[in-house]
């Protein structure tokens, strides 16, 4: 069978894109963000993964807000990036992986989950940026992988239960998948940040380093808020710690905690960084 061998979970701001482009990962302003990959990516070579389910939300380059499914998987061959008027560089295609992709969406739709199944998907800087941090020699991608997208855009949203019960299908989809494969989860998105309105440039702290704490030891605690107490808690965009809970979700069990980063500010936007492996 296969094995999932942890979990990531990143920020994904679009000024990273920026920043790497014009590598300044040893300006003072960058320097305590990017000073948080190298562990993160130590444990990778250590534990090889084959493929990265990559769990993230789309900003409008795959998906608008006239069709804005709930959760959506990819089912390409490759995923492209384009454009999205960020001035980031576009970055090589990803390879994908078939056999895992429809073994997810079969396994999601037995367990009542609606997928919106994408035989050609965009990925944006969600998807690229926490890619390019973790394996920085851009364009020898040394994955396969499988975009699973969440709707944190439009509401109504998915609410934090629903996301964590996703990931727990997740990681039970993958252990029963029938290869020799080594998944990693990729979680990606927040944390705390609010871009538009009178809270622009709101960030929550107290409440960032709760929710990485808690993660770890009662991942169950952040579903008993209401996407209305998130927003409040963490800012319109900080919903994006959805996708970090689902990529809890699928560890399945109790983890421990192998690297953890957190930075303020990056672009208004409270930036953290977690590894972490099953016991």
Same mark, same amino acid.
């Given at each position: 069978?296969?094995?999932?061998? $942890? /979990? ?10 920026? /920043?790497?482009?014009? &590598? ?37 380059? &795959? ?18 990036? =384009? ?26 739709? /037995? ?22 941090? @973790? ?17 944190? *855009? %439009? ?42 309105? %009178?809270?622009? $440039? ?6 960032? @380093? ?39 979700? /699928? @560890? ?5 905690? *192998? ?10 936007? =409270?930036?953290?960084?977690? *590894?972490?492996? &099953?016991?």
């Amino acid at each position: 069978m296969a094995k999932i061998v $942890g /979990a990531i979970t990143s920020t994904h701001v679009p000024s990273i894109g920026g /920043a790497i482009a014009r &590598n300044l990962q040893q300006d003072a302003y960058w320097k305590p963000f990017f000073d948080g990959f190298p562990p993160a990516r130590e444990w990778l070579a250590k534990t090889k993964p084959d493929i990265a389910v990559l769990v993230y939300n789309d900003h409008g380059l &795959n998906f608008f807000l006239d069709k804005l499914p709930t959760f959506a998987i990819g089912a390409a061959p490759e995923y492209r990036n =384009a454009d999205e008027g960020w001035g980031i560089p576009t970055v090589p295609p990803f390879q994908g992986d078939l056999d895992l992709s429809w073994h997810l969406i079969e396994s999601l739709v /037995a367990e009542e989950f609606d997928i919106t199944t994408c035989q050609e998907m965009l990925v944006d800087h969600a998807f690229t940026l926490p890619m390019a941090l @973790l394996w920085p020699e851009q364009g020898k991608w040394p994955v396969r992988t499988v975009p699973v997208c969440i709707n944190t *855009v %439009q509401f109504p949203l998915p609410s934090a239960a629903r996301c964590y019960k996703l990931g727990q299908a997740i990681g039970r989809a993958v252990e029963a998948w029938d290869s020799d494969q080594r998944v990693v989860i990729i979680g990606t998105g927040g944390l705390s940040h609010q871009l538009d309105g %009178q809270r622009a $440039g709101f960030t929550n702290k107290a409440f960032d @380093l709760l929710f990485m704490e808690k993660l770890i030891s009662d991942p169950l605690w952040v579903t008993r808020y209401s996407i209305a107490d998130l927003v409040e808690l963490t800012g319109t965009q900080g919903v994006e710690l959805l996708m970090w809970l689902t990529a809890r979700g /699928a @560890l399945l069990g109790e983890v421990n905690k *192998v690297h953890a980063n957190y930075h303020l500010p990056i672009s208004n936007t =409270a930036s953290g960084l977690m *590894v972490m492996e &099953n016991l």
